[in-house]
T-cell receptor, first 113, second 117 residues
Framework: KQEVTQIPAALSVPEGENLVLNCSFT??????LQWFRQDPGKGLTSLLLIQSSQREQTSGRLNASLDKSSGRSTLYIAASQPGDSATYLC????????????FGKGTRLSVIA | GAVVSQHPSRVICKSGTSVKIECRSLDFQATTMFWYRQFPKQSLMLMAT?????????EQGVEKDKFLINHASLTLSTLTVTSAHPEDSSFYICSARAVVAVNYGYTFGSGTRLTVV
């Protein structure tokens, strides 16, 4: 059974810092990995999608890497801002078809002005 | 991009009543949609997989008679919480994937906060 773990569970940093969020998964046979952002009481916003054949994806200040063989992914946030405060969720898709995502418990990020 | 519309966003109901939550794919067809539940400060837990034109597949521990799922068209899936009780209070969220999308990522609805009093 696929399990996704995110470390740390919570993180508080001053504005402007660069930070790394970690995600690990037990079964390396994934189709893709997706990072989401969730604001309190809200739905999920997709940040980055990495296919299993890719090593990284970038969007603005965000960079996600994937090491499929070791079952790890990181989300790098550069020059953090208070608006980045949210819960960041990592999820993996196991097959190419319509299979559900398996989520980690998330990292709650607070960026202090 | 692929958009999933979910409503209502919030609902408060009395114990014993039923509540219907709708999930629509606005610009793509979704033969499969997924329903998740999220308790405070917890991650999303899959409840069931909704299949267009056939019965939903429920995860272990999820009562199919309590959480009725209907997926009658390629763009609409509904979740009905029957005879709701306070312990059913949670955040419910649906998801679908537009297989014709370039990135094959999943899109989520905005969620429904259910409070049973």
């Amino acid at each position: 059974k696929q399990e996704v773990t995110q470390i740390p569970a919570a993180l508080s940093v001053p504005e402007g810092e660069n930070l790394v969020l970690n995600c690990s998964f037990t079964d390396s046979a994934i189709y893709n990995l997706q990072w989401f952002r969730q604001d309190p009481g809200k739905g999920l916003t997709s940040l980055l999608l990495i296919q299993s054949s890719q090593r990284e994806q970038t969007s603005g200040r965000l960079n996600a890497s994937l090491d499929k063989s070791s079952g790890r992914s990181t989300l790098y946030i550069a020059a953090s801002q208070p608006g980045d405060s949210a819960t960041y969720l990592c999820a993996v898709s196991l097959l190419a078809g319509n299979t559900p995502l398996v989520f980690g418990k998330g990292t709650r990020l607070s960026v202090i002005a | 991009g692929a958009v999933v519309s979910q409503h209502p966003s919030r609902v408060i109901c009395k114990s014993g009543t039923s509540v219907k939550i709708e999930c629509r794919s606005l610009d793509f067809q979704a033969t499969t949609m997924f329903w998740y539940r999220q308790f405070p400060k917890q991650s999303l837990m899959l409840m069931a997989t909704s299949n267009e034109g056939s019965k939903a597949t429920y995860e272990q521990g999820v009562e199919k008679d309590k959480f009725l799922i209907n997926h009658a068209s390629l763009t609409l899936s509904t979740l009905t919480v029957t005879s709701a009780h306070p312990e059913d209070s949670s955040f419910y969220i649906c998801s679908a994937r537009a297989v014709v999308a370039v990135n094959y990522g999943y899109t989520f609805g905005s969620g429904t906060r259910l409070t049973v009093v």
